[in-house]
């Protein structure tokens, strides 16, 4: 059984930064792709980050270039996004999903994954 299960989430003032990680379980580690999306209250989840192990390929949203970068522990099976000169904007539950094979052209679509976290929340204030 897939599970992903995210961590490190809490209350940041502006241009704090703040490191989630994403630990999974129940499939091979050496074959994923991981998302990183997030959903702020009233809007839709949108894509944030993604790493496909396949070809080591990173993609980010235009909203976070710069900003976020995400990584990889396959030791550890965890994916990291590390968040830094966080914005008010940058407030959401932020959730990460799992699929594979990913198409790179898509990756920022939530339909593309088929498992998902429960979320951990950040707060950034201004």
């Known amino acids: 059984e897939v599970q992903l299960v995210e961590s490190g989430g809490g209350l940041v003032q502006a241009g704090g930064s703040l490191r989630l990680s994403c630990a999974a379980s129940?499939?091979?580690?050496?074959?994923?792709?991981i998302g990183w999306f997030r959903q702020a209250p009233g809007k839709e989840r949108e894509g944030v980050s993604c790493?496909?192990?396949?070809?080591?390929?990173?993609y980010y949203a235009d909203s976070v270039k710069g900003r976020f970068t995400i990584s990889s522990d396959n030791a550890k099976n965890t994916v990291y996004l590390q968040m830094n000169s966080l914005k008010p904007e940058d407030t959401a539950v932020y959730y990460c999903?799992?699929?594979?094979?990913?198409?790179?052209?898509?990756?920022?679509?939530?339909?593309?994954?088929?498992?998902w976290g429960q979320g951990t929340r950040v707060t950034v204030s201004s």
């Open positions: 999903g799992e699929d594979q094979p990913l198409d790179g052209s898509s990756w920022y679509s939530l339909y593309e994954y088929e498992y």
């Open positions: 129940g499939f091979t580690f050496d074959d994923y792709a």
């Open positions: 790493i496909d192990s396949s070809d080591g390929s990173t």
